[in-house]
């Protein structure tokens, strides 16, 4: 074993970078542990990863395109764009509290692992980050399904999707990490976290 690091390596986001590049398995892993517990017991399962953004999209659609008759900018058939421009919205709305309201209890409840063995604390809360992309990624073909139904093609500024999802992966992860370490010493944040998000 070497010498513990120095506050300096706690806080260099390059030696972070390194640390969660060399446990890329065991994040695999738990992210895999995570996602599968999402549905266990559940009757349908897997299933249910899917069919939750198809009843989604088919009841907003339902509201606004057919309640609302929302519309963009006047036009009739735009009136289920109106209802995927929302689903696109939730996608990336739902993300974040999805990969941030389990993580006041994550390190508490893997006290075995924390305490026992040498374990690197940091990927624990990247498990429910995880678990929530591979939901996110369904939901993202199942909205370039629809757009691709509604409007009659794949949309030219999908090249931007990076451009929202790096900012927002590292805002949850970010967000995550500190909600971690408070919810070890302040129980009561997974109330409030879980609450508010």
């Not at 006047?74 to 389990?102: D, M, N, R, T, Y």
């Not at 090249?159 to 790096?166: D, I």
Request: aromatic letters at 10%.
């Amino acid at each position: 074993m070497g010498a513990p690091p120095s506050r300096r390596e706690l806080l260099d986001p390059a030696v972070l970078a390194r640390n969660l590049w060399s446990n890329r398995a065991l994040i695999g892993q738990f992210v895999r542990r995570e996602f599968l517990a999402r549905n266990r017991g559940s009757a349908l399962g897997f299933v249910w990863t899917i069919l939750h953004p198809l009843l989604m999209l088919a009841v907003y659609t339902f509201v606004f395109a057919i309640i609302w008759n929302a519309r963009w900018g006047g036009a009739q058939e735009s009136q289920g764009l109106f209802a995927v421009s929302v689903f696109c919205g939730l996608i990336v709305w739902k993300a974040f509290p999805a990969g941030v309201g389990g993580a006041p209890s994550v390190v508490v409840s893997n006290a075995n692992l924390v305490k026992k063995v040498i374990f690197p604390i940091e990927i624990l809360p990247l498990t429910a980050i995880g678990s929530s992309v591979i939901v996110s990624c369904v939901s993202l073909a199942i909205l370039l399904a629809a757009n691709g139904f509604v409007s009659g093609g794949v949309s030219t500024t999908l090249w931007a999707l990076p451009v929202v999802l790096v900012p927002l992966l590292a805002l949850t992860s970010g967000v995550s990490w500190l909600v971690a370490s408070l919810g070890v010493f302040l129980r009561d944040l997974r109330q409030l976290v879980a609450g508010r998000l």
